[in-house]
């Protein structure tokens, strides 16, 4: 049972342009959501986290947004830059996030230059 | 920012031989560290949360016995998979938790491939 869903396994993006990932959980408990970018065999970078008492959280040109009603969140990077090719993953805790972390399963964002 | 290390980062061995993964904190004090697998094109499943000085709890379907956890000190937790196979060949990952917070910091991985 996926409790993290990321249903976009990829997306393109041209440099400059916004990039938009979107992420969907099912576990009402959770109340911590963060976005880790990963790059091939290596291990996840956090990159940026929202509380369930925000709906917004910004830090340069990454800003999360979260719709607890819809139980949705997402990542948008603007402006998108080839480095910013990577997998990211959506996750998620409870328990203002000391609980264990669940994984989303991922999007491969390319951003082309 | 905080630092996790894993040693070796690949490894390659024959099926029933045991392989012993470490993971270190090196700047940092974790109370707690965790154990996650990847497959390919997967997300990353935990496998277990080990706590310095105590048991470490595993995950619904992951084997205790096959997939021994060992977290004697704040700063190194290792992952011994016993008798390995190729089913589980894999990437194996850590991640450290420290007392000031709730962020995990992850290690580099270890691809482990058993022949």
């Given at each position: 049972d996926q409790q993290v869903k990321q249903n976009s396994p990829s997306l393109s993006v041209q440099e400059g342009r916004i990039s938009i990932l979107n992420c969907d959980y099912t576990n009402s408990?959770?109340?911590?959501?963060?976005?880790?970018?990963?790059?091939?065999?290596?291990g996840p970078t956090f990159l940026i986290s929202i509380s369930s008492i925000k709906d917004k959280n910004e830090d340069g040109r990454f800003t999360v947004f979260l719709n607890k009603s819809a139980k949705h969140l997402s990542l948008h990077i603007v402006p998108s830059q080839p480095g910013d090719s990577a997998v990211y993953f959506c996750a998620a805790s409870a328990t203002g996030g000391y609980q264990k972390v669940t994984f989303g399963t991922g999007t491969k964002l390319q951003v082309i230059p | 920012g905080a630092v996790v290390s894993q040693h070796p980062s690949r490894v390659i061995c024959k099926s029933g031989t045991s392989v012993k993964i470490e993971c270190r904190s090196l700047d940092f004090q974790a109370t707690t560290m965790f154990w996650y697998r990847q497959f390919p094109k997967?997300?990353?499943?935990?496998?277990?949360?080990?706590?310095?000085?105590?048991?470490a709890t595993y995950e619904q379907g992951v084997e205790k016995d096959k997939f021994l956890i060992n977290h004697a000190s704040l700063t190194l937790s290792t992952l011994t998979v016993t008798s390995a196979h190729p089913e589980d060949s894999s990437f194996y990952i850590c991640s450290a938790r420290g007392t000031s917070g709730f962020e995990q910091f992850f290690g580099p991985g270890t691809r482990l491939t058993v022949l």
């Open positions: 408990m959770f109340d911590y959501f963060l976005w880790y970018k990963k790059y091939p065999a290596e | 997967k997300s990353l499943m935990l496998m277990a949360t080990s706590n310095e000085g105590s048991k």
